[in-house]
Each structure stands twice: as C-alpha cells, then as structure tokens.
C-alpha cells in the first residue's frame, strides 16, 4: 500500500480483528439451525418428481454448511484491502495451517458450491435460489476491485464485506428453502401447528333417590 492510499476514518472497534472474529462467530452459530433445517427438508420433504436430484441438492447444501462453518469459525480472513494481503485469525492458524493452504481450501469450497449450484439449472427458480446468494460473492468482490483501483482502504467496509462472503451458505439454504413449495410448506406447518389438548372431560353422573 503507497503513500496516497486513502483511509476513510478513524479506527475503531468496527475496523479492529475482534469485530470481525466475534461476528463471524455469531453468523456461524445463527447459520447451524437452518442448516439443519434445510438438510430435514431434502431428506424428508422433497417432492417425489424431483426425488432424482435429492442427492445433488443434499451435496450442495452439505457445501454451503462447510463454507459457512470454513469462513466463521477455521479460517476467518482479516482482508487488508487494497493491499494485496490478508490474515487468519481462525482455528486453522491456531494448529499451524498456513493462510496459503487455508485460502485454497476455502476456494475449492466455493468452487464446488457454486458447480453444485450450476447443475440444477432444470429449476424453474434457479434464477432466485442461486442468485441470491451469488449476490454474497459478487458484492464483496466488486468492492476489493473498486478498493484496488481507487486505493481506497476502508477496514470497516472490509471487515462488513467478509460477513456478508460468509453468508453465502446460510442464503443458499434459505433462499433454497423459500423457493420450494414443499420446503415452504414445512416451516407452516410447524409456525401453524397447535399443540393437541391435553384437557380430559369429566362427567359427573348423578343418582336421583328413589
């Protein structure tokens, strides 16, 4: 980074590496129930026209839960846009693995998602189901590009930026989710369902005297 880089503002805990870690963190353990939500639904509830194609859609979201557990809890990448540089500060750094190593295996992760995304393209809501989370891809990488031409460093905007990379396995599953009309259906049931009456009836039968 040269001399007439430009920085936006002060720092502050928002620019720090600990906002980044604790929110990725939080993004994490928020993501881990619809994960689970969405691997009951391909498992139980995909529609029998389409039950050729549960074992891709298990695989892809199977993948997205790996990459969101990848980004919030082993590697977590400190980005130092516009500079050409990066730290980790997840568990993988803390057994030795080397930022190298840790960026090609987040690559294939995401390689591989984005494959598995492509191969359901029969859909008729791919459009929604993979663009949306493509937008947590596409987003952050246009703003290190605009960082690089501009030279413009702005760690807040970074750090925010890595966040939303690190949703892109939680918008698949929901977006996934959402555009399926059986998936949808589950999540009604379970908002509509009324717990059963456990109440008993009693009935008190009275012996008028002769």
Sequence with gaps: MNDICKFDSEPSFLHS?????????????????????????????TPAKVRSVKQ????????ACVLDMNVSFFTIFLVLAPSASASSLGFLTDFGVSVQYQTYITAYILIDVQTRNLQKKFFTNICIQVGIPFLSVTIP?????????TEYHNQALNNFFIM??????????????LTHQSY????????????????INITIIRNNPI
């Design 17 to 45: 590496p600990k906002f980044l870690k604790y929110s990725l963190h939080i993004i994490g353990c928020l993501s881990i129930p619809i994960h689970i939500l969405g691997f009951y639904c391909v498992f139980f509830k």
């Design 56 to 63: 891709t859609m298990f695989i892809t979201s199977f993948w």
């Design 141 to 149: 990488a246009l703003y290190i590009g605009y960082s690089f031409l």
């Design 164 to 177: 939303l990379f690190d949703s892109h396995g939680l918008c698949l599953n929901i977006s996934m989710i």
């Design 184 to 199: 949808r259906e589950t999540i009604q049931f379970w908002k509509w369902k009324k717990p059963k009456n456990d109440s």
